[in-house]
């Protein structure tokens, strides 16, 4: 065994606790995460009016592009209750909560489980708390530029306006809502899979070989789960699933690069142990 390989070993020994002092910790992580998150939810409730004005940005981009003749004028979102629009400010502060408080959450995840890794993978872990606000970001940004203006000109677009009968699409605020905050958690915690994926194989645990190898599983995987998100209808599972399966190409890509990491720091590792003396 090398010398590093040894401190290793007896740095996660020296970090072992009663099970007692992990559930003690694990309180202790818990409450400053829900601490984070209802502090940023008192926070975002203040501000909930413009926030759901900025959410309904996508609606008011595809009536603009749909109906060029209703320029300017005030769109209309249906509330059939009466406290609707109070429940659907919370659901938007809420929803403000979880991106807002995110960072401060993966940071206390990475505190529990950090005493449990050796050196090296914690050095492996800590760029990825970097890289996952970043894509969980990105992922929603994809929702809100892209999917949803796409999506609700398509619903626009079966509107029917001329004839005895009359087609409109008259969304109501709450299912509006719900439809644009589920698809950007939904496709800002999809878009974590490179980062899962990477960090999996700088520990070891997962290989290019092996995502290779699970490519029609991991297809099936992808449909279920876009249809299990989405709207029931083929548009939104498709340009949910599409995405997804691309991030997984380029997971494999990622995880062979940092495969080949590996291979090079292993052989630099074993060249030394060998011209320095070393035991093995």
Request: glycine residues 6%.
């Amino acid at each position: 065994m090398s010398a590093e390989a040894a401190n290793d070993d007896d740095e996660v020994e020296a970090s072992r606790a009663p099970l007692m002092d992990h559930l003690m910790e694990l309180r202790t992580r818990l409450l400053w995460s829900l601490g984070a998150l209802v502090i940023a939810f008192i926070g975002c409730f203040t501000v909930a009016k413009p926030i759901f004005m900025f959410l309904v940005q996508p609606f008011v981009a595809a009536m603009a592009a749909e109906h060029p003749e209703r320029a300017g004028q005030a769109l209309e979102l249906y509330n059939t209750h009466a406290f609707g629009f109070f429940f659907v400010q919370l659901q938007v502060a809420l929803f403000a909560a979880i991106i807002v408080a995110f960072p401060v959450i993966a940071w206390q995840a990475y505190k529990f489980i950090a005493p449990g890794l050796y050196r090296r993978e914690r050095a492996a872990a800590a760029p990825f708390l970097i890289a996952a606000p970043v894509m969980f970001i990105s992922g929603a940004a994809f929702v809100f530029y892209i999917v949803m203006p796409f999506a609700l000109r398509f619903a626009l677009g079966q509107e029917v306006t001329e004839g005895p009968v009359r087609v409109e699409y008259l969304p109501k605020v709450d299912e509006y809502l719900s439809l644009v905050t589920t698809l950007m958690l939904a496709f800002g915690g999809c878009f974590q899979m490179p980062v899962v994926l990477s960090l999996l194989a700088r520990t070891g645990m997962v290989g290019a070989g092996m995502l290779r190898k699970g490519r029609r599983y991991a297809v099936v995987g992808i449909a279920a789960l876009a249809a299990c998100v989405t709207p029931p209808d083929v548009i939104s599972m498709t340009m949910m699933a599409l995405p997804m399966y691309a991030l997984y190409e380029v997971s494999i890509w990622l995880v062979a690069f940092i495969e080949r990491g590996n291979a090079r720091r292993d052989a630099a590792r074993a060249a030394e142990e060998t011209f320095g003396g070393v035991a093995p």
